[in-house]
């Protein structure tokens, strides 16, 4: 399998080198050649794997320069530190079904991914005797989920940014109580949008990118969409175990990669329907697909902070291929988005998009409301961003539909939202106690590319002098 960027400007690479190219050299993101179709028969013999066996025969089809017993170990001790035995099991509440992606060391649906990167990582290094300065931005969830993936590897840096003030507080410890000498926390005065925008920035300076050796945490590592496709497929044969169904994920949605995620597994040949994106406020991707209105607007900030995005990184990847993979299509898109803020699309491409997708925008009042209400009926409590998801699902599911809604964080994560729509704090999981007394670690930095450059240059010099 080789890996091509949506803006055409690589030559094709293998698994290997595209998962440490992270963003593409031409400022494009990493797609596989083709997505591979996985025929019925091999769908019915997957259906009874444990969660581990499938994601093994899902990611096989994608990373086949990893030799089968090597990739069967990175992913076996990838989910050795989730503490359900099914990594991602499916519930059912209240007439929906809820796939709970947060049985991870940091509780959110990122640890899947990041987990795995986090040896792929480790384990690419030590084979090719290299070394590398991960840089990532984060809304939340990413930066402690990478921060957990890689604490303490060989050979490896990594340094995170995520919006000062505009995380939880327990997102924010999570981050910054981790005092591993090879972990950076950057608070940026801005927003993810900022922190997104100096990532990528210093990402297309290849010459800065190939002097640190800087790798990408971020989803717009391809590796990081493909381990999420695995769970689309375990909820699919949980949910169907009785027998057909029509299938309605609901994912809540800021960067869209855990919704291409799934657009990949429908292209694969998982059986569903359209996918639900679910946004809170910050609705982009909302007006985007109900209006073909992709323009900027100003972040608002929400009790689901891990959404408070508006633009999607991802994205890009589904536009290559609703622009029939077209690179020049996709360069002149984004083009376009550089120089008026906005993207335009024909009413033929509008058309398909509502094919794939189904929209709504959740706000702060429903959002609150969806947590009390699921809570009083169910007893089941639901963080903010899950919410949406819920409520999303529950306002568009038609008759037929089998809503299936994915849980991408631990309610105990945002217990403020959750308190204030029902009255009590969370359970607090045991990972999670006396964190807020623990001593923290975090420089925080002007939304300045400049002095961003400067805080990695000088720690990675320092590094080395004391290495």
């Not at 794997?49 to 096989?60: D, H, N």
């Not at 089809?61 to 990594?87: G, K, M, T, V, W």
């Not at 998982?270 to 209006?291: D, W, Y």
């Not at 058309?351 to 609150?368: G, I, M, N, Q, Y």
Request: net charge negative; with cysteine.
């Amino acid at each position: 399998m080789k890996y091509i960027s949506t803006r055409g400007g690589i030559k094709p690479v293998p698994f290997k080198d595209a998962v440490m190219m992270g963003l593409a050299n031409d400022g494009g993101l990493l797609i596989p050649e083709s997505i591979p179709a996985i025929l019925e028969m091999t769908l019915d013999s997957w259906r009874t794997l444990p969660y581990r066996e499938l994601a093994f025969k899902v990611i096989s089809f994608f990373a086949d320069d990893i030799p089968e017993d090597d990739l069967r170990r990175l992913i076996n001790r990838s989910y050795d530190s989730f503490d359900n035995r099914e990594i991602t099991p499916v519930v059912r509440e209240d007439g929906v079904y809820i796939l709970e992606l947060f049985h991870g060391p940091t509780l959110a649906f990122k640890d899947v991914a990041l987990q795995f990167l986090g040896n792929l990582f480790e384990y690419l290094l030590q084979e090719r005797g290299e070394q590398m300065n991960i840089l990532g931005a984060t809304s939340g969830d990413t930066g402690s989920a990478a921060i957990a993936g890689v604490r303490g590897k060989r050979n490896i840096n990594i340094f995170i940014l995520h919006p000062y003030l505009k995380t939880s507080p327990v997102q924010a410890r999570q981050m910054t109580t981790v005092l591993d000498a090879n972990v950076h926390n950057i608070a940026v005065r801005g927003t993810f949008d900022d922190c997104q925008n100096i990532v990528k920035s210093l990402f297309n300076d290849l010459d800065f990118k190939n002097r640190y050796s800087l790798g990408a945490v971020n989803s717009i590592n391809w590796a990081r969409v493909l381990a999420q496709v695995v769970y689309y497929f375990y909820a699919w044969f949980r949910v169907t175990e009785a027998g057909g169904a029509e299938i309605l994920f609901s994912v809540p949605t800021g960067n869209f990669g855990d919704i291409f995620a799934g657009y990949v597994a429908k292209r694969m040949g998982l059986p569903m329907g359209r996918l639900l994106l679910a946004t809170n406020e910050n609705n982009i991707l909302t007006r985007f697909v109900n209006q073909g209105d992709y323009s900027l607007r100003e972040v608002v900030q929400t009790v689901s902070p891990s959404m408070d995005i508006q633009v999607a990184s991802n994205f890009e990847r589904y536009l290559y291929y609703l622009f029939d993979e077209d690179p020049s299509r996709v360069r002149a898109a984004f083009a376009e988005l550089v120089q008026s803020g906005r993207i335009s699309f024909s009413v033929e491409e509008m058309t398909r998009v509502r094919k794939d997708f189904v929209s709504l925008s959740v706000t702060e009042e429903e959002t609150l409301a969806t947590i009390a209400g699921f809570r009083e009926k169910s007893g089941y409590l639901l963080d903010p961003h899950t919410a949406v998801g819920v409520r999303a699902a529950l306002a568009c599911a038609g008759k037929g539909d089998t809503p299936v809604c994915l849980a991408t964080a631990h309610p105990a994560k945002f217990s403020e939202a959750v308190e204030r729509a029902t009255g009590f704090a969370p359970p607090c999981p045991e990972v999670l106690v006396g964190i807020e007394k623990l001593p923290t670690r975090c420089e925080v930095l002007d939304a300045d590319e400049k002095a961003i450059r400067n805080f990695i240059e000088k720690q990675v010099n320092r590094l080395e002098t004391e290495g």
